[in-house]
């Protein structure tokens, strides 16, 4: 059976479910609106009337804001955002990356989705991670220059400039704000002294990345001042001759070159062939909200469509934000739809994806049917194909809204903090290691003890799965929320549990942006939990049998809400140095 004559009867199958379920969707009213903010709340947002920008780096927020105080739109508030994050987040933001971009368009009632994702260079093969012994070689897809794909996002935010821009202010306005900074330099505090130490063993191999992240036989310590003087003029070359400036010429040629020679097959053609593509985003309902969310490639909208739909079957407001009752529903809703994302998703343009049947209410009927709410289901008891394959959680998301309703949700990626660490000679260009997003072989394990499937092998050309999930709520057709994350294979759970939040729990931004999250990918069969759950809580999920692991946070939420003509701003407290700043 064909790819496509196998997708379509899944798709047909799904969709002809309907069964006799435990628990159908209920039928009741839509909830009030959300409360942007209550005396009695712990934790406030933002309010600003004008324009919102939440982001994981507090610079590159304000410069967001300044484009609106301009009169830019949303989408040059978020074009300048991305240009800045790759001067002050090093370690996620960049020009040597790809990612996301969901665009609300309030005159036209339209959304579109922007896919500027990297793509596997022409020379790439299926086998190119496997070693001699046919096994897969995790250094070449993580470390070496083999890891490196064809990054995306300079031409994306170009692109999203172009297409969707207010037309008041050109790309190189937009660019101006990061290259003064790259210039003449930012202290290093917040996040980027955090992150600096942990990643000296990654940087410290590549000599163009020790001249610009060290001060001898050490990374940058806290107060001192990150110049980037090549990444400005990178920068600058972009302003001036668009994106065509980085994917051909000079600034083309050290890529590759850097790249190659560091054992790595991307190429000049490759970089210049690269395009971004527009995608129509994937749709739907929850307690009378629409949910607009990424498309394939990303795997993201379609399982957190998946899984509200699994959820709307559950009274989970009466069951109480943060109980044992809620997390078990919310884990055992995760399980299925992490197993359908390792069996079905991958590159659209290569493989067959059954979306319809994925976000089909019967479909989610027969899921429902299935969750016990007393019992945790082992993962031997879900069927699914091929176990997911894993992203790593070095991702960073914006979100911004200006004063006419439009919004853009961004969620970009280098894969691994600071990618494969290395700076092509003479750009300031930090490159990732995407290509670890792709599976290495079906079955195998990867470095997490997690396999990958056929519809995400390697292919030329092809774009790797992923788990971004930039979304965007309405409410009778008005915006509500723009929210998205970091955090890899939580990142379709970190959403999930922000709208729920919002919609079950009726908590105002802040609050839903902080509340304590938990995890669940079918594979392993491990629930993690934040920090912040009760003794209780947590003794009552492993009494209904969850393997419960307390750890470490989960995501960066930068979010914005917009109710009663105000916009409400929450950026994550997960991560040091965040903002949310509107005017």
């Excluded at 001759?241 to 010429?249: E, I």
């Excluded at 969310?293 to 993201?300: F, H, I, K, T, Y």
């Amino acid at each position: 059976m064909t790819g496509s004559c196998r997708a379509a009867l899944v798709t047909a199958l799904v969709l002809a479910l309907a069964g006799a379920p435990a628990h159908r969707a209920l039928a009741q009213p839509a909830p009030a609106e959300p409360p942007i903010q209550a005396d009695e709340a712990r934790m406030l947002p933002v309010l600003a009337a004008h324009g919102m920008v939440a982001a994981q780096e507090g610079r590159a927020a304000e410069i967001g804001v300044g484009i609106l105080r301009r009169g830019g739109n949303a989408v040059d508030a978020a074009v300048a955002v991305g240009f800045a994050l790759a001067v002050t987040l090093p370690r996620a933001g960049n020009l040597g990356g790809g990612g996301f971009m969901l665009v609300h368009r309030a005159a036209r009632g339209e959304t579109v989705a922007i896919d500027f994702r990297e793509t596997a260079p022409g020379a790439a093969r299926a086998d190119m991670f496997l070693g001699a012994d046919g096994e897969p070689d995790r250094t070449a897809s993580v470390r070496g220059g083999k890891a490196v794909g064809v990054p995306g996002s300079v031409r994306g935010l170009a692109e999203a400039h172009r297409l969707y821009g207010s037309g008041r202010l050109t790309l190189a306005e937009l660019i101006a704000p990061a290259e003064r900074l790259a210039r003449a330099g930012i202290p290093v505090e917040a996040g980027l002294a955090d992150s600096l130490p942990r990643a000296a063993g990654l940087l410290g191999r590549w000599p163009s990345s020790r001249k610009i992240f060290f001060r001898g036989d050490r990374t940058l310590a806290r107060d001192e001042i990150l110049v980037q003087t090549d990444l400005a003029d990178t920068l600058r070359s972009i302003a001036e001759g668009g994106a065509d400036a980085f994917y051909t010429g000079a600034i083309a040629a050290r890529i590759a070159g850097a790249v190659q020679e560091a054992g790595g097959i991307v190429t000049a053609a490759d970089l210049a062939a690269y395009r971004p593509e527009i995608r129509t985003p994937v749709r739907g309902r929850y307690r009378g909200a629409e949910i607009v969310s990424m498309p394939p490639p990303s795997s993201g909208g379609v399982h957190l469509i998946e899984i509200l739909n699994v959820l709307e079957g559950f009274d989970l407001a009466r069951m109480g934000a943060g109980s044992a009752a809620a997390l078990h529903i919310l884990a055992e809703a995760m399980k299925p739809a992490y197993a359908d994302r390792a069996t079905w998703l991958g590159d659209p343009s290569r493989s067959q994806v059954p979306l319809e049947g994925l976000i089909a209410k019967p479909y989610a009927e027969r899921l429902r049917a299935a969750i016990d709410p007393d019992r945790a289901r082992p993962a031997a008891e879900i069927r699914a194909g091929d176990p997911l394959p894993f992203e790593p959680d070095q991702t960073t998301h914006y979100s911004v809204v200006d004063a006419d309703g439009n919004a853009a949700a961004t969620t970009t990626t280098l894969n691994f903090s600071y990618g494969i660490g290395l700076v092509a000679e003479g750009t300031g260009v930090i490159l990732n290691n995407e290509m670890d997003d792709f599976a290495a072989k079906i079955g195998a394990q990867n470095a997490y003890g997690l396999v990958g499937g056929r519809a995400n092998l390697v292919a030329p050309g092809a774009r790797p799965l992923s788990s971004m999930t930039p979304a965007l709520v309405f409410r009778d057709g008005r915006l509500l929320l723009v929210t998205g994350s970091p955090g890899g294979s939580r990142i379709i759970s970190t959403v999930l549990q922000v709208i729920v939040n919002v919609l079950d729990f009726r908590m105002n931004l802040a609050e839903a942006v902080a509340a304590p999250r938990i995890h669940h990918q079918w594979r392993p069969d491990v629930l993690l939990a934040e920090e912040g759950l009760s003794p209780d809580t947590l003794a009552l999920l492993r009494a209904r049998g969850h393997a419960v692991k307390v750890g470490s946070s989960s995501g960066s939420a930068n979010s914005v809400m917009r109710v009663d003509g105000l916009l409400a701003g929450a950026a994550d407290p997960r991560q040091r140095g965040t903002r949310a700043a509107g005017y």
